[in-house]
């Protein structure tokens, strides 16, 4: 029977709305609370990811370290309760130089990441000093912080795999990855054995009478109908502006398409074990003398300028899964969200290149490159990278969004948050960073031409 009316009704069955749901019905007993989708759950952005999480974040302030070290001993829960059905690691992200300049920017940026209550930042400066890897598989009894080696006889022993004249690395220790999908439909099942049902609809209006929520209005296969409800939560990833219209607010975000790629690694340059691994430099793509000059005198040849920073990768899957992800975001620009996604067509072949500079190893894919998988999604995200929870400006109606490039790491946090407000129990002290009305404070606004690093990867 289809509900006619519910406690509180969820619009978005990505990563963000399941959370909400399983953290209002699981963990904080609301017995009727409906998603509403129209798409099959977590299949628009939230199966695009590269599934990592890490709580290395930037400030200003500690509100997103706090905010994300919550979600992950959040996450940590659900996997150890759950027998880890969705494999979380803690490999962590090693970020690489070549770069002198960057060497004493890695232990500036370890020190602040301990102050912001990262963890504690280890020192390696000497072949003999104990930096101690991280296991492959499991999460208990890892290290936090980070551990920045300068030393580059203990880097070639540990990742000799990397560009002999990497001169420092910083391996950010509370991080990982897991499957997003299986966390997903985990938290969705748990929900589901609450009470929370899933509905197949697009939300077309949300009713209101007295500026308070009192229904919402979908359109399903057996016609048009409203849910009478007093709560209804938005979390309609990229097409949250639209949603938020229908509230008659106008929401401060905006999408960027982002892309990965998966290619089989037959040859073994990336080890099966090795951490999210990021190079920090500026890469200029590697080519042939031959192939230089064709690109010169073509339309391609802004391809023999530097790319910027940050070309990325992971091996992925268990057992003789041979997949590697890279991923690149190298022309990130605000944009209309539009489905089906298309991609830059050299996009496979732009991230294998720089990420040869790092793992010179696969270089010997670029004389034939190897069959590449292009997805991606987009990141919603707001001008400062901080997401959006708790109320909107009509009683009754909250916001979980804006979860940018990180929504799978900070899913339970954001949503053990939300439902904070939506059952009008005590905030934890970072709430503030995340509400709406932030941008009604102008000294906040003033502060985002000096942001600085907005975290986004
Ligand atoms: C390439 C890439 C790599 C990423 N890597 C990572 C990573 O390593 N770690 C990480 O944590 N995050 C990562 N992310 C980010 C993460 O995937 C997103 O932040 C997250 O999936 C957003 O979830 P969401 O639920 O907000 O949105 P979505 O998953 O897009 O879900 C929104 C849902 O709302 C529904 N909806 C919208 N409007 C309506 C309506 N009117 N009626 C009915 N239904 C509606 C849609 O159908 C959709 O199912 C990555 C993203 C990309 C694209």
């Not at 599934?51 to 150890?80: K, Q």
Request: hydrophobic fraction near 40%; proline fraction near 7%.
């Amino acid at each position: 029977m289809d509900p006619r009316s519910a406690d509180v009704v969820v619009c978005g069955a990505g990563i963000a709305g399941i959370a909400a749901a399983y953290h209002l019905a699981v963990r904080r007993g609301l017995t009727d609370v409906v998603i509403v989708d129209e798409r099959p759950p977590l299949s628009l952005t939230s199966d695009k990811s590269t599934e990592c999480y890490r709580n290395w974040w930037p400030g200003p302030g500690d509100d997103m370290v706090a905010l994300m070290n919550r979600s992950i001993d959040l996450l940590e829960e659900l996997a150890r309760e759950s027998g880890n059905v969705f494999r979380m690691n803690r490999r962590g992200y090693l970020f690489a130089t070549a770069d002198p300049a960057l060497v004493p920017r890695f232990v500036a940026r370890a020190n602040d990441g301990a102050a912001l209550g990262s963890g504690p930042l280890r020192l390696h400066d000497h072949a003999g000093s104990d930096y101690r890897p991280a296991p492959a598989d499991g999460f208990e009894g890892e290290p936090t912080g980070s551990d920045v080696i300068t030393d580059r006889a203990l880097i070639r022993r540990h990742f000799g795999w990397l560009a002999d004249d990497t001169l420092a690395l910083l391996h950010a220790r509370r991080c990982g990855w897991f499957s997003g999908q299986q966390l997903g439909m985990y938290m969705l099942e748990r929900a589901r054995a609450k009470g929370v049902r899933l509905l197949e609809g697009h939300v077309a209006g949300v009713e209101t009478a007295g500026g308070r929520v009192t229904g919402v209005r979908l359109e399903t296969a057996g016609g048009t109908r409203t849910i009478a409800t007093p709560r209804f939560v938005a979390a309609a990833g990229p097409l949250m502006k639209s949603v938020g219209r229908l509230l008659g607010v106008e929401l401060p975000l905006f999408c960027e398409r982002h892309a990965k790629v998966a290619f089989n690694d037959t040859l073994g340059a990336m080890p099966r074990s090795a951490p999210m691994t990021i190079w920090t430099d500026r890469v200029r793509l590697p080519w042939s003398d031959d192939e230089r000059a064709e690109l010169a005198g073509s339309e391609h040849k802004h391809l023999l300028e530097p790319f910027p920073a940050g070309v990325h990768g992971r091996p992925e899957g268990g057992g003789d899964s041979p997949v590697v992800l890279l991923i690149w975001t190298y022309d990130a620009e605000p944009m209309e969200p539009r489905f089906p996604l298309e991609f830059d067509p050299y996009y496979g072949e732009i991230a294998l290149r720089g990420m040869s500079r790092m793992v010179p190893r696969l270089a010997q894919y670029l004389s034939r490159l190897p069959r590449t998988f292009v997805d991606g999604g987009y990141y919603t995200r707001t001008r400062e990278n901080r997401f959006l929870a708790g109320p909107l400006p009509v009683e009754g109606a909250f916001i979980l969004g804006a979860l940018s490039g990180y929504g799978l790491m900070s899913s339970n946090g954001a949503a053990d948050l939300l439902a904070d407000h939506v059952t009008g129990r005590p905030l934890p002290r970072y709430a503030p960073a995340f509400r709406l009305e932030r941008y009604d404070d102008p000294a906040y606004v003033k502060s985002l031409d000096a942001w600085g690093d907005d975290g986004q990867l």
